[in-house]
């Protein structure tokens, strides 16, 4: 995107607004939530991703596993800086990883001694950041990750089995697996997440192509039985969400467009066939502000120009932006992330949005 030398702001041409209205021929849809649920969901429109834990202190997205908790020890941990950051962007939820690729659990659960209570700084991380949400205004989201390089109990990780491609065509396989010692522990983890932590937004559970269908219409079960208004997705993979195979991620309540922008020619189609009947399934577009989902030295954030473009082509297509921003081994967002998102906030106020 090209942009003037005397204006703050690209060219960007104004936005065509594809959010759909309901089609009266479809009726409601045979989804779980209603319409007017998941019309208040995309009016949203923006969140923030935060994506911090022991991949933090490694520089690894996908670190062994075996790091000892105690090289997770963030020195000036502030969860309420995080979220009145995402709070003055403009941002209406916050999605937080309670338990990343690392095995490093954000909270003190008694299912594994991999977690804050046994690291370099023990604050409950998933506490703090509910209470930072309820005092600011935003909507607590919690994310959940199946791929675990620590906590394994005999499976085979992807680390050693890798995924292919997330993209759905063509559709291969691997041969990572999970035993069911580890299912048990994931269900047991997230059941305590609910009952210590008691009812959230959204919960975000990342990597479900390593659990069976049935395991994924069990936990989706479980979680809207305790938590009938939350939302609940399973991330499908990198892709602009033109395609949806329901044996990678299926049961869900949206659709996340990793790494991606929407169908340029489509916007994001929130109908959906599966299994015979219609479904209402809202995008999320999820991308980092720089390169790196978690924070890493050198990641720089992506121009302004780009930034305001991801949000108004994302909105535009249909589809709400999670915009992913990792504190650093301080446990702060850092001064060069803070500011990028002031200067969006200022951006999206000069074209009245």
């Not at 949400?133 to 990750?145: I, S, T």
């Not at 709400?320 to 969006?344: F, H, K, S």
Request: charged content about 20%.
């Amino acid at each position: 995107m090209s942009s003037s030398k005397d204006s703050p702001l690209p060219d960007i041409a104004a936005p065509v607004e594809l959010r759909s209205a309901p089609s009266p021929e479809r009726g409601p849809g045979a989804q779980r939530l209603s319409l007017a649920q998941l019309k208040a969901w995309e009016q949203l429109r923006f969140g923030m991703f935060l994506h911090f834990g022991m991949s933090t202190f490694t520089g690894s997205e996908l670190p062994s596993g075996d790091e000892p908790s105690t090289l997770y020890n963030p020195t000036d941990l502030d969860v309420d800086q995080w979220i009145c950051i995402a709070r003055d962007t403009g941002m209406k939820y916050a999605v937080l990883t309670t338990k990343h690729v690392a095995g490093h659990c954000l909270w003190p659960t008694r299912h594994t001694n991999h977690h804050v209570g046994t690291s370099g700084n023990k604050t409950d991380v998933v506490a703090a950041f509910l209470a930072a949400c309820e005092r600011r205004g935003v909507k607590p989201c919690l994310y959940y990750c199946s791929w675990d390089n620590h906590n394994r109990f005999g499976s085979l990780s992807p680390s050693i089995a890798p995924l292919p491609n997330c993209g759905v065509q063509p559709l291969h396989r691997s041969s990572a697996y999970l035993t069911q010692a580890y299912l048990d522990f994931q269900w047991a983890q997230i059941t305590e997440l609910m009952d210590t932590y008691g009812p959230v937004f959204k919960w975000w559970i990342d990597v479900p192509m390593l659990l069976p269908r049935d395991y994924r219409n069990r936990l989706y079960a479980h979680i809207t039985t305790r938590q009938p208004e939350a939302l609940v997705m399973f991330n499908h993979g990198i892709g602009d969400g033109s395609e949806f195979a329901p044996d990678r991620a299926w049961p869900t309540d949206l659709i996340p467009i990793e790494r991606f922008l929407p169908n340029s020619a489509t916007g994001h189609k929130p109908w959906r066939q599966i299994d015979g009947a219609d479904y209402y399934l809202p995008g999320e577009v999820c991308d980092p502000i720089g390169g790196d989902w978690f924070y890493t030295e050198h990641d720089q954030p992506r121009s302004d120009a780009e930034l305001l473009g991801m949000y108004l082509t994302s909105t535009s297509r249909g589809a709400n932006l999670l915009l992913d921003v990792g504190p650093d081994r301080r446990g702060l967002i850092p001064d060069r992330y803070r500011t990028a998102l002031a200067r969006l906030r200022r951006n999206l106020d000069l074209l009245g949005m």
